[in-house]
């Protein structure tokens, strides 16, 4: 049971360049979440999704763009990287009040 | 008030030490709630839930205070492995959650 599958594990990218985070998820659920989180702080949501076609919103969206054409698939795309948006990237889906996450994914801008 | 709030930390804590963090909310529709644990650069996990009557697993406690709106995780006999970031989760409805901030827990030796 692979669970939520994030990629890459690890990227650099340069000031300007653009990006997609992937997550995928088999578990059938709903709900899925882009959340970033620097290094000594806690979980920020930039996004998250109901369903497939729905979207909506976090705390710290602005940068970001997703899109959940499937169920299965929840994507984050950072279209102008800055340097504010190094960090470490995790997706999850929950389903009733459990989450499950994906392994990250730490990303350096430069 | 936030949905969700929780002490930043940290805890600095002996080994061997008895130590409790709380967690306030502001939804009291909720009927669950959940502790998740994330260890340094890795994902949260789930610790374990916590319901009306409160719940233990071995040297870990939590317990739900509905009139003042807050749950708390007690941690006994503490290991050098307890070291953690300690989140709280409030599901909002449906499928929704929101994760607390997280309290950091340093069991020192």
């Known amino acids: 049971n692979a669970g939520v599958t994030q990629t890459p594990k690890f990227r650099i990218l340069k000031i300007g360049q653009s990006m997609t985070l992937q997550c995928t998820q088999d578990m059938n659920h709903n709900y899925m979440y882009w959340y970033r989180q620097d290094p000594g702080m806690g979980l920020k949501l930039i996004y998250y999704s109901v369903g497939a076609g729905i979207t909506d919103k976090g705390e710290v969206p602005n940068g970001y763009n997703v899109s959940r054409s499937t169920t299965e698939d929840f994507p984050l795309r950072l279209e102008l990287a800055a340097p504010s948006q190094t960090s470490v990237y995790f997706c999850?889906?929950?389903?009733?009040?459990?989450?499950?996450f994906g392994q990250g994914t730490r990303l350096t801008v430069v | 008030r936030k949905e969700v709030e929780q002490d930043p930390g940290p805890f600095n804590v002996p080994e061997g030490a008895t130590v409790a963090f709380n967690c306030t909310y502001s939804?009291?529709?909720?009927?669950?709630f959940f502790w998740y644990r994330q260890d340094c650069r890795k994902e949260p996990k789930l610790l374990m839930s916590?319901?009306?009557s409160g719940n233990e697993d071995g040297r870990f406690t939590a317990q739900l205070n509905r009139a003042s709106q807050y749950i708390s995780l007690l941690i006994r006999d503490s290991k050098l492995s307890d070291s953690a970031t300690y989140l709280c989760v409030l599901p909002i409805g449906g499928d929704k959650i929101i994760f607390g901030k997280g309290t950091r827990l340093h069991i020192l030796p």
């Open positions: 916590v319901y009306s």
């Open positions: 999850a889906s929950s389903t009733g009040p459990e989450a499950f």
């Open positions: 939804n009291s529709a909720s009927q669950s």
